[in-house]
């Protein structure tokens, strides 16, 4: 059984410190040398418990930047080899989107390319016709504390394209679920927030005595159906296609439902093909524009696990996500278009005045303190259970791949303690043609 690794790791809270003494640059750490076609990862580093930095870079030379702070991180990359349709890749991961960082690419004659990472999880740099000689890699930490990040770059002997002739549609994946409690988010209004940084969870003397927040016990997001307890967790959502992810409407503050239209890229470069794409609307209480029915959340109770069977126990409660390009969806595949030309293709409803989506090979992730991120537990005691997360369940976007948009997680519960058994891509852990996520 093959296995693919995690799109993004665990949970790392921001605070905001002082700014630190300036400091003298970090020795260089040599990472590698790339012919055309080579690739190199490496592990870039850790920021621990010293000051969170808010520098102010206005008029600071970006080779400079590293004599503000402390630590900062200096790598060294060769390239060996080029050529007029070469393109160098320079990628920095972290694993929670609060923790920024400034990345600056110099090459052997001093020119500079950056990036920061704001509220997102990955930053890539794209150089073309790189000069050969060594080319110098700072990473300085913008707001971060207990923060690591990782790296990778790659000397592609041309940019990738998609094989597919025709039509480059998108392929919705779900990634691994991970985070799983019973602690609701510390904020109850945390519809309105970014809660990531505002949202910790709530907790009193190491117990966690509420689940779900004040607007999900009210039953905002389905009045219907107040929840009372909450089986939180994160779960990523991805666009594993060659096509982009490209989904217009009109935002509507209202709340009125509006008509959601999907463009569907064309390999030849002509205007999109316009389909319908379901429904949406903007979220009075969360305060933004959510896809409906994009997502759904079930959770079973497993009765026998030689036998597989097993009893539906609740679902969530969320009807609507605004996916965007946060984190690169297979850290080990080159196959990223640049972040943000997701809509890249053409606007095919130009009536329309607002975009979401996700461009070639990036993804999202949504944490558990975010709202309606859980399925309801109600009554359930102790036991297995297993929860799935499903993208697209009514078949609302054209995808290339129909069959990989359930993932799952196998779960013993006693109380509120979690363990983690087996999460995975596929229906469930009875599923013969599952993928195991490590």
């Given at each position: 059984?093959?296995?693919?690794?995690?799109?993004?790791?665990?949970?790392?809270?921001?605070?905001?410190?002082?700014?630190?003494?300036?400091?003298?640059?970090?020795?260089?750490?040599?990472?590698?040398?790339?012919?055309?076609?080579?690739?190199?990862?490496?592990?870039?580093?850790?920021?621990?418990?010293?000051?969170?930095?808010?520098?102010?870079?206005?008029?600071?030379?970006?080779?400079?930047?590293?004599?503000?702070?402390?630590?900062?991180?200096?790598?060294?990359?060769?390239?060996?080899?080029?050529?007029?349709?070469?393109?160098?890749?320079?990628?920095?991961?972290?694993?929670?989107?609060?923790?920024?960082?400034?990345?600056?690419?110099?090459?052997?004659?001093?020119?500079?390319?950056?990036?920061?990472?704001?509220?997102?999880?990955?930053?890539?740099?794209?150089?073309?016709?790189?000069?050969?000689?060594?080319?110098?890699?700072?990473?300085?930490?913008?707001?971060?504390?207990?923060?690591?990040?990782?790296?990778?770059?790659?000397?592609?002997?041309?940019?990738?394209?998609?094989?597919?002739?025709?039509?480059?549609?998108?392929?919705?994946?779900?990634?691994?679920?991970?985070?799983?409690?019973?602690?609701?988010?510390?904020?109850?209004?945390?519809?309105?927030?970014?809660?990531?940084?505002?949202?910790?969870?709530?907790?009193?003397?190491?117990?966690?005595?509420v689940s779900c927040s004040l607007d999900e016990q009210l039953g905002l997001d389905n009045p219907e159906q107040p929840s009372q307890r909450c089986l939180r967790y994160s779960f990523g959502l991805a666009n594993a296609g060659e096509g982009n992810f490209d989904v217009r409407y009109t935002n509507d503050r209202s709340g009125n439902q509006t008509e959601?239209?999907?463009?569907?890229?064309?390999?030849d470069g002509s205007p999109p093909r316009r389909r319908s794409a379901g429904t949406g609307a903007f979220h009075q209480t969360h305060g933004h524009f959510h896809y409906k029915n994009i997502i759904f959340h079930d959770v079973w109770r497993v009765l026998d696990r030689s036998?597989?069977?097993?009893?539906?126990?609740?679902?969530?409660?969320?009807?609507?996500?605004?996916?965007?390009?946060?984190?690169?969806?297979?850290?080990?595949?080159?196959?990223?278009?640049?972040?943000?030309?997701?809509?890249?293709?053409?606007?095919?409803?130009?009536?329309?005045?607002?975009?979401?989506?996700?461009?070639?090979?990036?993804?999202?992730?949504?944490?558990?303190?975010?709202?309606?991120?859980?399925?309801?537990?109600?009554?359930?005691?102790?036991?297995?259970?297993?929860?799935?997360?499903?993208?697209?369940?009514?078949?609302?976007?054209?995808?290339?791949?129909?069959?990989?948009?359930?993932?799952?997680?196998?779960?013993?519960?006693?109380?509120?303690?979690?363990?983690?058994?087996?999460?995975?891509?596929?229906?469930?852990?009875?599923?013969?043609?599952?993928?195991?996520?490590?």
């Open positions: 059984m093959r296995t693919i690794a995690r799109l993004l790791a665990a949970v790392l809270l921001v605070a905001a410190l002082p700014l630190a003494a300036p400091a003298a640059p970090s020795p260089a750490v040599h990472v590698g040398d790339l012919g055309l076609d080579d690739d190199v990862f490496w592990d870039g580093g850790h920021v621990g418990a010293d000051p969170t930095y808010s520098l102010p870079f206005t008029g600071v030379p970006f080779p400079d930047r590293c004599a503000a702070v402390d630590p900062c991180f200096v790598f060294t990359l060769g390239v060996t080899g080029s050529s007029p349709t070469a393109r160098l890749r320079v990628g920095l991961d972290t694993p929670a989107r609060d923790d920024s960082f400034d990345l600056s690419v110099v090459s052997p004659s001093g020119a500079v390319a950056s990036r920061q990472n704001s509220n997102s999880y990955s930053m890539e740099i794209l150089l073309p016709a790189p000069q050969t000689g060594t080319w110098t890699i700072r990473v300085v930490p913008v707001s971060a504390e207990h923060a690591s990040f990782r790296m990778r770059a790659k000397l592609e002997a041309e940019p990738w394209r998609p094989a597919t002739q025709g039509e480059l549609l998108p392929n919705l994946r779900v990634t691994r679920l991970w985070e799983f409690g019973f602690a609701a988010p510390a904020n109850p209004g945390n519809g309105l927030f970014p809660p990531d940084d505002v949202n910790p969870p709530l907790s009193v003397l190491g117990m966690e005595p959601m239209f999907q463009c569907v890229q064309q390999s036998a597989w069977t097993r009893e539906a126990v609740g679902t969530g409660k969320k009807i609507g996500y605004s996916p965007a390009d946060q984190g690169i969806a297979d850290w080990f595949d080159f196959v990223q278009m640049a972040p943000g030309t997701g809509g890249s293709a053409g606007n095919c409803a130009p009536e329309t005045n607002s975009r979401l989506g996700m461009s070639v090979g990036w993804g999202d992730a949504y944490r558990y303190q975010r709202p309606g991120n859980f399925v309801d537990f109600g009554a359930a005691g102790d036991g297995l259970y297993v929860v799935r997360t499903i993208a697209d369940p009514q078949g609302v976007v054209e995808e290339s791949d129909e069959g990989d948009n359930t993932a799952y997680a196998l779960l013993r519960i006693v109380g509120t303690e979690i363990n983690v058994l087996e999460t995975g891509l596929g229906d469930g852990p009875w599923d013969p043609a599952k993928v195991l996520y490590e």
